[in-house]
């Protein structure tokens, strides 16, 4: 109701006069359609509830600005609307126009607190095991072919093949004769692969015969005779949960594990609001990142985008995750943000061990930019920019400097 007295609304119709072709007959509104998306997120419904809402609700229809007997729409549209939303980064422009118009009203301003958290995102596939994944991908890239170039498939495809790829796999953590399938798996992925590549000159293979090529590089290696040969972790290596495909129907999604209860195959949404006392919170950044992205990683591009919106807090609340000192640093420089978070642990083999020295065990003078370690020995340079003074509790916590020490006996560390 705050929205509608003040702004007339988030959005308007010109906003989204790019989203449709300009002939055909009138649609529906789409400034409507993207308040129904909010208010749809906010109170968790489904499509049908959404649209039940729209046609029952007061509030909703005070929202949209709606008459008390409009009919609504079907629920499917939303549907329809979201996939034009994902396109060209179209929310995103979404969002600024919002927060532009949020900031005219007074609703949000610069220089203020705000917070930002990461939450996980599951992808749209389905968890297969390696010889599930091989199998799947072989399938998928059958499949792409026979829509695009059926007809280089002759010759290759036979009774057998349909067999093994006719329907999605389902093989399970103990299938019978895992060898044999692997092998077959393999050795039929690179016929596939060399079929195509041999007889479709003029043929570019599509996403999922680029993602089965780069899941057999993953899974398996030549050995000398340069026959296949299934990768393990002593034998040819496997690629770290930062490159390693989960799913051939989407090969950005990423498996991460967040100690020994989280884990998930997908993405990281990183999401940073208005915190104010006696104000709204507000939404003023939505960052994705693979899973396996480092929070730290993020806060730069979330402080760049706060700047060209005008939306850059004072004080920037994060947890442990985002605590790096070189970004820390960073935005204390470039954007005058105070980023204020527990220090993450000590993560040192020599911490975990209790072998030699570890980073507790070094004095850090701050002002000085000098360090200490347990001989007394003072190190000799300080490596990277000036520590903000947003670290109030640096000279108890006296952790995370980088440098060198010339303490004789033990290894010098890196903090």
């Given amino acids: 109701m705050w929205v509608r007295d003040r702004l007339d609304g988030l959005w308007c119709d010109e906003d989204f006069a790019g989203w449709y072709p300009r002939d055909g007959r009138p649609g529906l509104s789409p400034a409507q359609l993207a308040t129904v998306c909010v208010l749809q997120f906010l109170l968790g419904l489904s499509d049908r509830q959404a ?81 599930e994944l091989i199998t799947e991908a072989v399938r998928a890239a059958l499949e792409e072919v026979a829509r695009t170039a059926s007809h280089l498939l002759t010759g290759l495809v036979d009774e057998d093949w349909g067999r093994r790829y006719g329907r999605p796999v389902r093989l399970g953590k103990n299938p019978t004769r895992p060898k044999t399938r692997i092998l077959a798996a393999g050795d039929d992925a690179d016929r596939l692969l060399g079929h195509l590549y ?59 594990r967040h100690g020994h209860i989280i884990r998930w195959k997908g993405f990281a949404a990183h999401l940073t609001e208005t915190c104010a006392a006696g104000s709204v919170n507000v ?57 204020s978070g527990p220090l993450p642990g000590n993560p040192t083999s020599q911490h975990h061990r209790n072998e030699g020295f570890d980073r507790d065990d070094f004095h850090i003078d701050f002002d000085r930019r000098q360090v200490t370690c347990p001989r007394g020995q003072v190190s000799q340079g300080w490596h ?32």
């Fill in 283 to 339: 939404i003023t950044d939505v960052a994705t990142t693979s899973a396996a992205t480092n929070d730290g990683q993020a806060l730069p591009g979330i402080h760049t985008r706060l700047a060209r919106r005008g939306l850059l807090p004072a004080e920037h609340l994060v947890d442990g995750g985002y605590t790096s000192l070189v970004h820390l640093e960073r935005a204390a420089r470039e954007h005058q943000v105070t980023v």
């Fill in 198 to 256: 041999r007889h479709g000159p003029g043929y570019r293979p599509g996403p999922a015969a680029e993602a089965l090529r780069r899941i057999i590089v993953q899974n398996y290696y030549r050995d000398g005779a340069g026959r296949l040969r299934w990768r393990t972790t002593d034998d040819g290596g496997l690629p770290p949960s930062s490159a390693a495909i989960v799913s051939p129907y989407d090969i950005t999604a990423r498996y991460v």
């Fill in 51 to 131: 649209a039940e809402a729209v046609r029952c609700r007061i509030d909703f229809k005070y929202a949209l600005a709606m008459e008390l007997d409009d009919p609504g729409f079907h629920h499917s549209v939303l549907t329809d609307f979201r996939e034009r939303l994902t396109h060209d980064d179209r929310a995103d422009r979404l969002l600024d126009l919002a927060l532009a118009r949020l900031k005219e009203a007074g609703l949000v301003s610069e220089r203020t607190t705000q917070r930002t958290d990461s939450t996980h995102i599951l992808a749209a596939v389905r968890d297969l095991t390696r010889l």
């Fill in 384 to 415: 990277g920019g000036p520590l903000p003074d947003l670290l109030t509790h640096r000279r108890t916590a006296d952790r995370g400097a980088v440098h060198r020490s010339t303490c004789p006996g033990r290894r010098w560390v890196r903090a």
